[in-house]
């Protein structure tokens, strides 16, 4: 059986799709239109008092360049413009989806879109903010697993904790695929753009990225470089080895990666100061 057809296989167990905020599905249609306002879409958001208030706190953090500094959607809407802010909402209503249990893997998904921040400002990269944001998304699939896929997901913890299995190696062992490709489904299923669903898809082989490498390879940097530092959970306990693809498609031994660990502490530091875990 190809993956194809493991993953059609895999969907058709899954009962339903983790459900999104009401909102989530109305902000998609709303963005599309020309004639929409920043006001439109801020009005939208804070209907919902819950979301509205994550998403205040996650455009307030690091890695969207502004700590602090945002006291509105509308404000966050202008600075930040509508695809990062529909990136964001999403973000916040994938991470409510995950239980007590998996508050490792928000802190790693939040970290790595800290250190993915800290990349593009080094590389002096255009649109950080939605590289961020595909940063925060990247591990989506984990959440589907998780959440729609109970016994596969405890047979998966089983490999890592009993037989010291990577989770990804433990996933295409039970699943016969991987948590890149069952994110990739899901995301188009949510239609995201490519600009996230194609590193969400690649994250672990950039080399394989059809476009957008570039992007791909700093959310892969950035994955093993959050684990290597210890912030939150991917799953296992293993730093996973950078592509050397994605090393010279950055060109990062071109700067002085001492200073940038340095720097990425920092970032991290105040990221957890201003975040911590998801609030109830």
Same mark, same amino acid.
């Given at each position: ?18 459900? *999104? ?83 490792? *893997? ?68 039970? *699943? ?105």
């Amino acid at each position: 059986m190809d993956r194809s057809q493991q993953l059609k296989a895999i969907t058709k167990r899954i009962q339903s799709l983790p459900t *999104l905020p009401q909102v989530v599905n109305k902000l998609t249609t709303m963005v599309e239109s020309p004639e929409v306002t920043a006001k439109d879409v801020g009005k939208l958001i804070g209907s919902d008092q819950v979301l509205g208030a994550k998403v205040l706190r996650l455009v307030n953090s690091p890695f969207y360049g502004f700590p602090g500094r945002i006291s509105s959607i509308s404000h966050a809407i202008i600075l930040l413009g509508f695809n990062v802010i529909k990136g964001v909402v999403l973000s916040a209503s994938v991470f409510d989806l995950m239980e007590k249990s998996m508050i490792g *893997l928000w802190e790693h998904s939040l970290g790595c879109a800290v250190v993915s921040g800290r990349i593009c400002r080094v590389l002096n990269l255009s649109d950080p903010e939605e590289i961020s944001t595909a940063a925060l998304l990247h591990d989506i699939g984990k959440v589907l697993i998780r959440v729609s896929l109970q016994d596969d997901y405890e047979k998966i913890r089983g490999l890592v904790e009993n037989r010291n299995y990577s989770f990804r190696e433990a996933e295409l062992e039970i *699943l016969g695929l991987d948590h890149a490709q069952i994110g990739s489904w899901l995301a188009q299923e949510w239609k995201l753009p490519e600009r996230l669903t194609i590193p969400i898809t690649f994250h672990h082989e950039p080399h394989k990225a059809p476009k957008i490498r570039e992007r791909v390879s700093i959310v892969h940097v950035a994955d093993s470089i959050v684990r290597a530092f210890g912030v939150g959970s991917g799953g296992d306990p293993w730093v996973s080895r950078i592509s050397p693809s994605a090393w010279e498609t950055l060109g990062l031994s071109r700067f002085d990666l001492k200073e940038m660990a340095s720097q990425i502490l920092d970032d991290l530091a105040e990221a957890d100061a201003r975040l911590g875990a998801p609030e109830d």
